[in-house]
């Protein structure tokens, strides 16, 4: 399988311009290499997360989907402090996820200060987080559906360039295409099915996450590190390590076995 992370020996003598537009292409490798066999929404999701956190000009990222009564839920964050402020943004029903949902449309916020008459709770919580730079969330949308959003974090003020826009909504655009495709590919399987499992295997990751964290002595966002890379080197769904993790102690202390060179690189 195709992994972004799987790129530093082959780059490293590379110049940075050159490095970035490897691991770009790897990325859209990647997550078309996804939609080939054993789709997994979560995982989907997951890996657009994660491209985006290393390709673009960002601190955090978060993405939120619809269920099937039009509510929005998290769906992947890249850190615990993320998929606090997706939480609050679809809690409340306030913030730039939930207008770039409703519109279909990318809404960006160089500067919180000049959101906090829009979103004065979302701009509030921002602040008690410590994330005070610009955020802007584009969406998950195909032919003008759209059911989902990313959410992009900097801590520092100043909106993204236009060249990480444009990458960003492509590569939406691409985990999109994934999602949407399982739905026809599976006639039988409408949307709001596909995305409560995804939300169900979500529910099995945090329990998996607290199970790792508890039992190796991590941090939240270190026991899903530890998730995903084991997840990735044995080729196997998020979502089915995480179930083995809460339920057999045996794969809990595989996925806590030192991290090996190959792990590293994932």
Same mark, same amino acid.
């Given at each position: ?116 008459? @829009?979103?004065? &709770?979302?701009? *509030? %919580?921002?602040?008690?987080? /410590?994330?005070?730079? !610009?955020?802007? #969330? ?17 801590? @520092?003020?100043? &909106?993204?360039? *236009? %060249?990480?826009?444009?990458? /960003?909504?492509?590569? !939406?655009?691409? #985990? ?36 790792? #964290? ?53």
């Amino acid at each position: 399988m195709s992994d972004v992370h799987g790129l530093p020996d082959q780059v490293g003598n590379r110049r940075p311009r050159d490095v970035r537009e490897a691991r770009t292409i790897a990325a859209f490798v990647a997550l078309a290499d996804s939609l080939a066999e054993r789709f997994d929404v979560v995982d989907q999701l997951d890996r657009l997360a994660g491209h985006c956190a290393e390709l673009l000009d960002v601190d955090a990222v978060g993405v939120v989907l619809l269920d099937g009564h039009d509510h929005l839920r998290v769906a992947a964050s890249t850190d615990e402090q993320t998929d606090w402020m997706g939480l609050f943004q679809v809690e409340v029903g306030e913030g730039p996820a939930v207008d770039c949902v409703r519109s279909g449309t990318a809404v960006g916020v160089p500067d919180p200060a000049a959101g906090a008459a @829009r979103w004065p &709770g979302f701009v *509030e %919580a921002l602040s008690r987080g /410590g994330v005070l730079g !610009a955020v802007h #969330a584009l969406p998950l949308r195909l032919r003008g559906e759209t059911i989902g959003a990313v959410s992009l974090f900097r801590r @520092r003020p100043g &909106g993204l360039s *236009e %060249a990480d826009l444009g990458l /960003g909504q492509a590569l !939406a655009d691409v #985990a999109t295409i994934g999602v949407l495709a399982e739905r026809t590919a599976h006639r039988g399987q409408v949307l709001a099915e596909q995305l409560k499992t995804a939300l169900n295997s979500r529910v099995a990751i945090e329990q998996a996450k607290g199970v790792l #964290a508890q039992r190796g002595g991590l941090t939240l966002d270190a026991a899903f590190d530890r998730l995903r890379r084991y997840a990735r080197s044995h080729d196997r769904r998020l979502a089915e390590i995480a179930t083995e993790v809460v339920g057999t102690d045996l794969v809990a202390d595989d996925v806590l076995g030192p991290v090996t060179v190959a792990d590293r690189e994932r």
